[in-house]
């Protein structure tokens, strides 16, 4: 699974090097941040599919120690705080005028990297495994 994310920062960085701004008619405009947004969403997607090898690799051993239904609803509870506080320190640093600055005008340069990055710490995660 760790192809997808290398493969994904790989296609950005041959978009950010070959990226030509030209002018072009509103409408192809409209069509292409349709398009640019629907392939977004399949970018994260995949991502996050790819991410989640390891999570399986840990919830499938550690369900079956905490097999009541008040520990499962603990584990369930915890796994979802810590999901919501996460997001919410996201949600917060994007936000925030001082760093959302800096990731708008350095995050498109960044995150083929960071996917390419990603794509390699999952691939050494398998093959240790």
């Known amino acids: 699974m760790g192809v997808i994310p290398i493969a994904i920062g790989i296609k950005n960085l041959i978009e950010l090097r070959s990226k030509n701004k030209s002018l072009s008619l509103p409408r192809q405009v409209v069509q292409e941040k349709k398009n640019k947004s629907f392939l977004s969403f399949l ?22 120690n905490y097999n009541t239904t008040s520990q499962i609803t603990g584990l369930v509870a915890v796994f979802m705080m810590m999901t919501a506080i996460w997001c919410l320190a996201a949600y917060y640093f994007v936000n925030h005028p001082l760093v959302a600055s800096r990731i708008r005008r350095i995050g498109n340069i960044i995150l083929p990297f960071v996917l390419i990055g990603l794509g390699i710490y999952i691939l050494t995660g398998f093959l240790l495994v």
Do not use: C, K, Q, R
Request: charged content about 5%; glycine content about 14%; hydrophobic content about 45%.
């Open 43 to 64: 970018t994260v997607a995949a991502v996050t599919f790819s991410n989640g090898g390891d999570n399986i690799g840990v919830y499938i051993p550690l369900f079956p």
